[in-house]
Every structure is written in C-alpha cells, then in structure tokens.
C-alpha cells in the first residue's frame, strides 16, 4: 500500500486525471487505514483520496476524505498527519476548491502550504 500512496502523490503533483483515477480506485477500498512500512508510516490513504478526488474534480468528496484523514489522524495522537487536513473539521470545501481553482496551490502540497 505504500507504493501506492506514492503514486497517488505523484498523480496529484500531475494533477492528471487519467493518473488519478485507476489509483482512486484501487486505494479507496483502504480509506481507513494507515500505510505502513514496519519501519515508517504514511498519512492516512483517505488523505491522499482527497488529493485524487480534487484532481479528478469531485470536491465535494475530497472534503470529506481529508475531514476523515484529519480525524483519523487525531483520533490516534498523530498530529504529524494531521497537521495538513485539520481544516476540514470546520467544512474544508476551501481547501479542495482552493486546490482546484487557485494555481498557486500545487496538488504535492495539499492542503498544508500555498506555493508561490
């Protein structure tokens, strides 16, 4: 599952739908779960879900991937992961539209820095 995670970043840094798609598929069985290596972990697969479903431009569903990565990831004391998402506690529809509409914002950094 790692591996596929870093494809989904790579797809979302593409912002390429047709990258997107085939890995939103795959990985959105796994939204709740934590990509593991034994040695490090990932964010949680519903983070990087968000970031396919803004590139695929259903935001409506990103929001609510990233509202499930930012809980997950306090639910679990990381607030390594969570340090991205945890606006979408509070209806994070600005950050998957900001993602969609504002070319500042580049896909590798969802949702945590605005690139100039």
Do not use: N
Request: aromatic residues 8%; charged residues 20%.
């Amino acid at each position: 599952m790692t591996g596929m995670v870093d494809f989904a970043d790579a797809a979302i840094e593409c912002g390429e739908p047709s990258y997107a798609a085939p890995l939103f598929e795959r990985l959105e069985p796994w939204a709740g779960q934590l990509p593991v290596t034994g040695a490090s972990a990932l964010g949680p697969v519903s983070h990087y879900l968000g970031g396919l479903a803004t590139v695929l431009g259903r935001l409506d569903e990103a929001d609510a991937y990233f509202a499930h990565a930012a809980a997950m990831s306090e639910g679990m004391g990381a607030k390594f992961f969570g340090a991205g998402p945890t606006c979408c506690g509070a209806g994070c529809s600005s950050v998957a539209t900001r993602m969609a509409t504002r070319r500042e914002v580049k896909p590798s950094s969802w949702p945590r820095a605005t690139r100039r």
